[in-house]
């Protein structure tokens, strides 16, 4: 098994080992054929966001998103490329939004950077990064173009765990004034008070603007709501 980056991932003051990682996001990505005896050696490659920016921050990764909402994740859709760079796609039921003009109940397309390759039975995942699980909930930081039919994830803190937003968080303002200090409170105070952020050129892959196929498991056109998930 053979990794390329550092060996641990710290976040929400969690640490995980690499291996531990991998094995976490093949079994989400991959599934159990990564480890069959006729497959090339398992290889996991991380990379560098390609903007130099501090999102650990909620008012700037506010900021630079478009779109914020809570979320489902349904199902993994399929993968996309775009310059080589391989992109999972998930779908996402809506919940609750708190910026943009999605449908609280709607599902929508949500695609993280990263991804498996059978072929080559490789794993990339952004550095920092943890791979999206089925039936968890997030708090999604999201960007879109009006030529995709999915919305990006910002890398690493793009999709922050979230199980009920009616959790209290003593630091938020009571946004909703009905006396109770909450983890939407939190969201809706941060797209109030965003920040955007300073972005400097960095390192890594820059992803054009179009992936090189359209996912046939994908509408075209620009991220609509659709009906949940069967």
Do not use: C
């Not at 098994?1 to 976490?24: C, H």
């Not at 209290?168 to 008070?193: C, I, L, N, S, Y």
């Amino acid at each position: 098994m053979v990794f390329s980056g550092s060996g641990s991932r710290l976040r929400k003051g969690v640490v995980f080992t690499a291996a531990g990682l991998a094995v976490a996001a093949v079994a989400t990505w991959g599934g159990v054929q990564a480890f069959a005896d006729d497959r090339p050696e398992f290889s996991v490659q991380y990379m560098h966001a390609s903007t130099v920016g501090d999102f650990s921050e909620d008012e700037k990764l506010v900021g630079l998103a478009d779109f914020v909402f809570h979320g489902t994740v349904v199902s993994r859709k399929g993968t996309t490329e775009i310059d080589g760079v391989p992109e999972t796609q998930w779908a996402v039921k809506v919940n609750e939004v708190y910026e943009g003009t999605l449908q609280a109940g709607s599902t929508t397309v949500v695609n993280q950077t990263g991804g498996y390759d059978a072929d080559t039975n490789s794993l990339t995942l952004m550095e920092g990064d943890l791979p999206l699980e089925i039936g968890e909930n997030y708090v999604f930081s999201t960007h879109s173009m009006s030529d995709r039919a999915w919305f990006t994830m910002v890398p690493v803190y793009g999709a922050q765990p979230v199980g009920s937003t009616t959790q209290p968080f003593p630091a938020a303002e009571d946004m909703d004034g009905d006396g109770q200090k909450t983890v939407a409170d939190h969201w809706k105070q941060m797209v109030r008070d965003q920040v955007q952020p300073d972005i400097g050129p960095g390192e890594g892959p820059e992803p054009t603007d179009e992936p090189t196929e359209q996912p046939s498991d994908v509408p075209t056109g620009s991220p609509e709501p659709s009906d949940p998930a069967e």
